[in-house]
């Protein structure tokens, strides 16, 4: 069997774009996808023999870690590497002696996060019809 390589390594924001658009929203426009303060973020990618399969994006303020538009190409996605690049930024997080990781969850996605300690919070939110729901955990 062919041995697998993963590397984790931060990118640019014009390497999340198009991954970003293709999983999560491919009928809008790209620049749907694209976020304001998407220069002063930290973007991580997961490489697969290379290839990058999975994008997140950490954005801090007040000591607080923030991660947005979290994707794994459709075809890799249910092989674990999501978690794999999750635990990675929640290890850089601790590391960096950030105080809280959050995120914007979708609903449908609650249960995934649950199983890395984050916690749902009463604030809950429907953008472009999907629901939401902020999740959150203390270090
Ligand atoms: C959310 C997302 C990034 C997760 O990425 P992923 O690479 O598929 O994540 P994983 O493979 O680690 O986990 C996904 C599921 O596969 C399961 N899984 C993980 N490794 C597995 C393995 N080796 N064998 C079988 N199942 C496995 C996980 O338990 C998880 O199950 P769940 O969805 O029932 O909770 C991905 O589903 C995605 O891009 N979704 C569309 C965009 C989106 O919704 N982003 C999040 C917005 S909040």
């Known amino acids: 069997m062919k041995s697998k390589t993963i590397n984790i390594k931060q990118i640019t924001p014009s390497e999340v774009l198009p991954i970003r ?30 290839e990058i399969t999975s994008i997140i994006s950490l954005f801090i303020e007040n000591n607080e870690a923030q991660f947005r538009k979290f994707a794994t190409l459709i075809e890799f996605q249910g092989f674990g590497y999501g978690s794999i690049l999750l635990k990675h930024i929640i290890s850089l997080v601790q590391k960096e002696n950030l105080k809280k990781l959050w995120c914007n969850a979708r609903v449908e996605k609650s249960k995934f ?27």
Not at 25 to 48: C, Q
């Open 113 to 139: 996060y649950e199983r890395f300690n984050l916690k749902t919070t009463n604030k809950k939110f429907v953008k472009d019809g999907i629901d939401y729901v902020i999740m959150e955990t203390y270090f």
């Open 21 to 50: 658009h293709k999983v999560m929203w491919p009928n809008m426009p790209i620049t749907y996808v694209s976020l304001k303060n998407d220069d002063e973020a930290r973007h991580f990618g997961l490489f697969l023999n290379g």
